[in-house]
């Protein structure tokens, strides 16, 4: 007979009690067998890596990998994550997209005071909904330093059925120069500081803002093509793959040779399936897409040349049985598809809103042009406005984007609904992150339900170092 580790726990805490075993025994098996503790143990500490092509390089990272290890872990059970800071500099780490407790959140100065180096913090909360998330650190430029990884949350009973499953998580590093820490550590060129002494721009570290870098590596699971093994299926398979961008600064068009893609989940939430040649995805953003394995070959799944060179991001994708050859890449011409946000509705039983906004917040985004600053309403945090809720209601957030840069923005604590004017509101798809794009207004909605002090900020991780960031906080918080 087959039994299932989580039968066998049940029937052993029955067992043990029964049989008047130690106490420690019987609790930890029933803990685990009605609320699983799965407990994991990091360490935050600089390490050599390699991607696979290139040099050695120093990167920060968590237990000397990166990405980081994966958590994975089954709907309701609770995570406890034990970390421990080996790093020269103070570190938290963010459970991104989860809707967490306040005090587990991991925001220095907002919802915890860093971990000092040396020190431990322990995070715990329950894991829920189901999705595909990242964790990160949220101290100054560490997430672009290398410590990030897969958070995945699976759904108890399963509520999809594929055959096998790929993560793949999409990371930009530099590799020249060194590569790694040193090359975060750029400041921007003296010229770019002039308007600080203009108007009530204030640095928001000392020196001035970091500039972004220019990345040359494209990792996928923390190694560069042609230093990843292929995706392998089999012909007739249902495969499922999570697509999670942990990027500092990189938004990428993704396609699949051979193949359209299906999305199935946008930031690891369900929808009607929707089937796309590109797929765009932001820092921060996840999706879940579903590929039948009908079309033998040797693939390639690549990012678009179009704008930085983010062609180099590759995956080969090869069918078993097919004898070893080059992969065949995408082509991207126009007349493709690409999904876009408003091409998407929810699935499932509709749950979302169904009372109107009470609150509503401008949130005007600009920077850029002869600034290193990038602010939010004019301002630029810490000096940034604190968007104030009342337990219960729906806030609406109406951005607006008078820059010429794309910004991924992302509410922590909450999931929201991005408006979409062309649906009725249960419709309306739930993310935790968005891209407002150049000239665009796009507004999102959320049930402020989780009390706290809650960071809200574009996801570029360089324009929230330079000030696009502010908060939301509930009335009668702390
Ligand atoms: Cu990925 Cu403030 O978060
Ligand atoms: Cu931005």
Not at 115 to 141: D, N, Q
Not at 315 to 327: D, K, N, S, T
Not at 348 to 355: L, V
């Amino acid at each position: 007979m087959k039994i299932s580790r989580r039968a066998f726990l049940k029937t052993s805490v029955g067992a043990a009690l029964a049989a008047g075993l130690p106490s420690f025994w019987t609790a930890s098996a029933a803990a685990q067998s009605r609320h699983a503790v799965r407990e994991f143990h990091f360490s935050a500490s600089p390490a050599r890596i390699n991607l696979g092509t290139g040099p050695d390089f120093v990167a920060w990272t968590y237990n000397g990998q990166v990405p980081g290890p994966e958590i994975r872990v089954r709907e309701g059970e609770t995570i406890r994550v034990i970390l421990k800071n080996y790093l020269p500099e103070a570190t938290t780490i963010h459970w991104h997209g989860v809707p967490v407790p306040n005090a587990m959140d991991g925001v220095p100065g907002v919802t915890q005071p860093a971990v000092r180096p040396g020190g431990t913090f322990v995070y715990e909360f329950e894991a829920r909904p189901a999705g595909t998330y990242i964790y990160h650190s949220h101290a100054k430029y560490q997430l672009d330093q290398g410590l990030y990884g897969p958070l995945v949350i699976e759904a108890s009973p399963p509520r999809e059925s594929y055959d096998r499953e790929y993560s793949l998580m999409l990371e930009d590093w530099v590799m020249q120069d060194g590569g790694g820490i040193s090359r975060t550590q750029r400041r921007p060129p003296m010229g770019m500081m002039g308007g600080m002494r203009h108007g009530r721009m204030r640095s928001p570290s000392p020196g001035g803002p970091l500039q972004e870098p220019f990345y040359d590596g494209y990792a996928v699971n923390g190694r560069v093509y042609p230093a990843i093994s292929p995706l392998e299926v089999r012909p007739g398979e249902r495969v499922k793959i999570r697509l999670m961008n942990a990027s500092s600064a990189t938004i990428y068009y993704l396609r699949l040779a051979g193949h359209p893609l299906t999305i199935t989940h946008l930031d690891g939430q369900p929808v009607r399936p929707v089937e796309t040649d590109v797929l765009r995805i932001g820092m921060g953003e996840r999706y879940d897409v579903m590929l039948t394995a009908d079309n033998p070959g040797s693939w390639l799944l690549a990012a678009s040349e179009e704008g930085f060179g983010e062609g180099r991001l590759r995956v080969p994708l090869r069918y078993r049985g097919v004898r070893p050859q080059e992969p065949v890449p995408p082509t991207f011409r126009p007349g493709l598809r690409m999904a876009t946000y408003q091409d998407f509705s929810a699935a499932g039983p509709p749950e979302g809103p169904a009372d109107a906004a009470g609150r509503f917040y401008g949130q005007t985004l600009s920077g850029g042009m002869h600034s290193p600053f990038w602010s939010i309403n004019g301002r630029l945090y810490p000096d940034a406005e604190w968007l104030t809720v009342r337990n219960g209601e729906r806030v609406r957030l109406s951005y607006g984007n008078d820059s010429m840069m794309p910004h991924p923005m992302h509410l922590h604590g909450h999931f929201f609904q991005v408006v979409n004017p062309a649906l009725p509101p249960n419709l309306w798809v739930t993310k935790d992150t968005v891209i407002v794009d150049p000239m665009q207004r796009l507004d999102i909605e959320f049930r402020a339900d989780n009390p706290g002090h809650w960071f809200h900020h574009c996801h570029n991780l360089y324009h929230m170092e330079a000030g696009m960031a502010n908060v939301v906080v509930y009335e009668g918080w702390g």
